[in-house]
């Protein structure tokens, strides 16, 4: 595994747009209670730079299919 930080930058309009399609506000909200999150949002990113640098992380895992069996008498492990 490994991971590693970076900020990417959003413009407020980006963000919102981010923030209404995350599962826990578009697929959940009933459209009105998303459109005064998205307002209160607004409003509260309106005293911030126009373009916010926000942190992630980011994630990995490599992984191998297991090697094939190659003769040997024992069964391919799963």
């Known amino acids: 595994t490994f991971s590693f930080d ?3 930058p959003y413009s407020h309009e980006a963000w919102r ?3 209404r399609a995350s599962a826990a506000v578009g697929a959940v909200l ?3 209670a998303v459109a005064r999150l998205d307002a209160d949002l607004a409003a509260r990113l309106a ?3 126009e373009v916010l640098q926000l942190p992630h ?3 990995g895992l490599i992984a191998r ?3 094939k069996n190659l003769g040997t008498d024992s069964p391919p492990r799963h």
């Open 6 to 8: 970076l900020e990417l």
């Open 17 to 19: 747009g981010r923030i």
């Open 30 to 32: 009933a459209p009105d």
């Open 47 to 49: 005293g911030w730079p």
């Open 57 to 59: 992380r980011v994630w």
């Open 65 to 67: 299919a297991p090697a």
